[in-house]
């Protein structure tokens, strides 16, 4: 847009776009780590050398535990893709209303203040989508818009939230509830060798997460600004692909250091624009796909891991729960009550495509 801003623009710019408040949950099944070796021997039937290397990978990973819908004695036996996606609907159903009903408690909201839903799932399938469901159950409006994202991954908590600002500053005084969901337990394949598929099974973890978006007087993180980048001719390096048994993951082994060697420029980028120094930043909310990954963002980003804690604790305590993941480390963060008014944060996620996800934060 050129010329000079009218009144409403203005306006629009002015406005601090906040989230209200935030709510995470998850199923009740445990996988410790030393029980997640004993099933990596029990199922796959590998060369002692391929089990001797994926055992160094679970005690490197930094994951003490990870949470299932089901028990792992299930969750590792095979089904057909029909059963696998009415389990897939009947748990992102409870999840989704669990994380609905306590965000919408710690909003002060009631289901007809919303105006808009997003949800957001890449680990199943189900037409009507999620928040058809969560409409019926709450009773929110018959003229609330629906967004159900469906295919971007982990990256796709992040962007929620950038279309829920975007929402908000197009609709004065709307309000945004953004739910994800993601049940990766349901995407284990006990028959494929493959590294990618290995490797998931050390990472990933279900959960689900949801945040209200307003431009209410709220305390709280403001989101000031977003963008989005995505790399060219990276089809490859991550995602699912549908076969006879369900979703296998496609997860190329260079996609950290992929991030690694853009991520300082991206993020150096998006500050400048907005007229921020990188040291102005002390709040970081950065999606825990792997310690590696964090590893590398804080050698280039010159981080230290006082400020990475949150995402190195929900790495820790939750594995990689995809999109849902970056809800997770900002509830930690806003749970500590550390952040002080004027402080700026930094929200960043990685999803297929390949693309990144940053979100400029600062608190009131």
Not at 64 to 93: C, G, K, M, N, W
Not at 95 to 115: E, F, H, K, N, P
Request: aromatic share 8%.
């Amino acid at each position: 847009m050129t010329g000079i801003p009218t009144e409403n623009q203005t306006a629009a710019e002015n406005r601090r776009i906040g989230i209200a408040a935030t709510a995470v949950a998850t199923p009740p099944h445990e996988l410790g780590r030393d029980e997640a070796k004993a099933y990596l021997r029990r199922v796959f039937s590998l060369a002692e050398s391929r089990i001797q290397v994926l055992l160094a990978v679970i005690d490197n990973s930094q994951i003490r535990r990870r949470f299932f819908v089901q028990p792992t004695d299930y969750v590792v036996q095979p089904r057909p893709l029909s059963q696998i996606t009415r389990e897939y609907q009947h748990h992102a159903i409870e999840l989704g209303r669990t994380v609905t009903a306590d965000c919408l408690q710690r909003s002060g909201m009631a289901a007809r203040d919303i105006d808009m839903i997003i949800t957001v799932s890449c680990t199943g399938l189900m037409i009507p989508s999620l928040d058809a469901h969560l409409i019926n159950d709450f009773g929110f409006r018959s003229d609330i818009r629906r967004l159900p994202i469906t295919e971007l991954g982990c990256v796709g908590g992040a962007t929620a939230l950038s279309r829920a600002r975007e929402f908000v500053r197009a609709t004065p005084g709307a309000n945004v509830l953004v739910v994800s969901v993601e049940i990766p337990s349901l995407t284990f394949q006990r028959g494929d060798h493959s590294q990618a598929n290995l490797i998931s099974c050390v990472l990933f973890g279900d959960g689900a997460a949801a945040a209200v978006v307003t431009d209410e007087p709220v305390p709280g993180p403001k989101i000031l600004a977003t963008n989005s980048h995505f790399y060219p001719n990276s089809i490859d390096a991550m995602g699912f692909e549908l076969r006879e048994t369900g979703l296998h993951i496609v997860l190329s082994r260079g996609v950290p250091q992929m991030i690694r060697t853009t991520i300082k420029d991206i993020v150096l980028r998006f500050l400048q624009d907005r007229g921020i120094g990188f040291p102005q930043v002390s709040r970081f909310v950065l999606h825990p796909g792997g310690q590696k990954l964090l590893a590398f963002m804080e050698e280039e980003l010159g981080l230290t891991r006082e400020q990475t804690q949150h995402s190195w604790r929900i790495l820790s305590e939750y594995g990689n729960l995809s999109s849902a993941s970056v809800f997770f480390v900002l509830h930690d963060l806003l749970a500590g009550n550390s952040a002080r008014s004027g402080d700026y944060g930094l929200m960043a996620a990685f999803g297929p495509g390949f693309s990144a996800e940053l979100l400029l934060l600062q608190w009131e």
